[in-house]
């Protein structure tokens, strides 16, 4: 079992960085796939970026490559989301999820994860 609390949701200017992390109790946390997802309102939930397990390459959306950057401290059981540049478009609940079995091409569906946070609210706005 595995319990995922996201931290460092806000309201930033447009062009502005927040730095969200996802904080993991349980074993082996290294040996999960660990991605963010976003939903804004209204619209389905959008796959962001992935790290998959003991592999810290990130795996990027179009939508936030060369913006957006995922990384993991397994030791301190927490992947971190630094997002730069942001856009107005980039305001929705971020969401982290984990899952054991996660194969490269399942990577952006949300129901390949089996953990799921409670989320953490970005607002880019001016």
């Known amino acids: 079992q595995v319990q995922l609390v996201e931290s460092g949701g806000g309201l ?20 999960y796939t660990v991605a963010w997802f976003r939903q804004a309102p209204g619209k389905e939930r959008e796959y962001v970026a992935a790290t998959r397990r003991n592999n810290s390459n990130g795996v990027y959306a179009d939508s936030v490559k060369g913006r957006f950057t995922i990384s993991r401290d397994n030791a301190r059981n927490t992947v ?21 079995r996660v194969i490269l091409s399942s990577l952006g569906r949300w ?12 607002t880019v706005s001016s």
């Not at 930033?12 to 040996?31: D, E, N």
């Not at 129901?111 to 970005?122: C, L, S």
């Open 12 to 31: 930033v200017q447009p062009g502005g960085s927040l730095r969200l992390s996802c904080a993991a109790s349980g074993r082996a946390f290294g040996s």
């Open 111 to 122: 129901n390949a994860y089996d953990y799921w946070g409670q989320g953490t609210q970005v």
């Open 80 to 100: 971190y989301l630094q997002m730069n540049s942001l856009y107005v478009e980039d305001t929705a609940v971020y969401y982290c999820a984990a899952g054991q």
